[in-house]
C-alpha cells in the first residue's frame, strides 16, 4: 500500500462546477498535509496546507482534514479552465522534513 | 524574490557522460532535497540534506550523488548516467525543525539520457 494515494483521474468537471479531489494516508504519524497545483512541465506550487481536523478554506479552495479516518480532500469551487492542472497530495509526519507524496490527480475543467 | 534556482532547465546528454545539475536558494532554508518525477510514480525523493556536510538517501539514491558545501547550495551529480534516468528533476527546499513549513521547487530539470 501506497503511503499516499490518490486516484490518477483525470478529473473531467464542467467550468463554474465544484471539484473533489481527494487522498488517503497510511501512516498515522503523518501530520501535516499539503495541497500542491502542478501545470504541465512547471514546478508544483503550494495551494493549500492543513494541519487540524476539519475545513479549512482559502478563497475558492477548502481542504478538509479527517485524521481518522486518514483522508484529506481539497474542493475547488466555481472551477475555472485555469483550475486545470495535476494536484498533488503530501504529508508529512511530525517532526519530520521529508514530504510524501501521491501520484496526483489530473483535474481538466471543461468550458 | 525567494527563489529556488536549477540550472540547466534541460539537458540532452549520453550515457555515461558525468553530469551535474545546480540548485541555489536565497532563503537560508536548511534543509533541501532532489527529487525525481516520472508518469505514473509521482515525486520521488532522491536525495536530502539535513544542513551543510549533511547528506543522506531518500527513496532513489541509486545512480546520483549530491554535496552540500554551502548552505544555498546542493547540486545533483549522476557520475554515469543511464537511460533509466530520463526524467524531471526538482529541487526543494524548506525550513527545518518546522514539520508545518511548505516546500518550494525550483522550476525543474528535464534530463535526456540517450
Known amino acids: 500500500q501506497k503511503e499516499v494515494e490518490q486516484n490518477s483521474g483525470p478529473l473531467s468537471v464542467p467550468e463554474g462546477a465544484i471539484a473533489s479531489l481527494n487522498c488517503t494516508y497510511s501512516?498515522?504519524?503523518?501530520?501535516?498535509f499539503f495541497w500542491y497545483r502542478q501545470y504541465s512541465g512547471k514546478s508544483p506550487e503550494l495551494i493549500m496546507s492543513?494541519?487540524?481536523?476539519g475545513d479549512k478554506e482559502d478563497g475558492r479552495f477548502t481542504a478538509q482534514l479527517n485524521k481518522a479516518s486518514q483522508y484529506v480532500s481539497l474542493l475547488i469551487r466555481d472551477s475555472q479552465p485555469s483550475d486545470s492542472a495535476t494536484y498533488l497530495c503530501a504529508s508529512k509526519r511530525e517532526g519530520a522534513q521529508k514530504l510524501v507524496f501521491g501520484q496526483g490527480t489530473r483535474l481538466t475543467i471543461n468550458p | 524574490e525567494a527563489q529556488v534556482t536549477q540550472n540547466p532547465r534541460y539537458l540532452i546528454t549520453v550515457t555515461g557522460k558525468k553530469l551535474t545539475v545546480t540548485c541555489s536558494q536565497n532563503?537560508?532554508?536548511?534543509?533541501m532535497s532532489w527529487y525525481r518525477q516520472d508518469p505514473g510514480l509521482g515525486l520521488r525523493q532522491i536525495y536530502y540534506?539535513?544542513?551543510?556536510?549533511?547528506?543522506d538517501k531518500g527513496d532513489v539514491p541509486e545512480g546520483y550523488k549530491v554535496s552540500r558545501k554551502e548552505k544555498r547550495n546542493f547540486p545533483l551529480i549522476l557520475e554515469s548516467p543511464s537511460p533509466n534516468q530520463t526524467s524531471l528533476y526538482f529541487c526543494?527546499?524548506?525550513?527545518?525543525?518546522?514539520?508545518?513549513?511548505?516546500?518550494?521547487f525550483g522550476q525543474g530539470t528535464r534530463l535526456t539520457v540517450v
Open positions: 501512516d498515522r504519524v503523518s501530520q501535516s
Open positions: 532563503m537560508n532554508h536548511e534543509y
Open positions: 526543494a527546499s524548506s525550513n527545518r525543525g518546522r514539520s508545518y513549513t511548505e516546500a518550494f
Open positions: 540534506s539535513m544542513n551543510v556536510e549533511a547528506t
Open positions: 492543513i494541519y487540524s481536523n
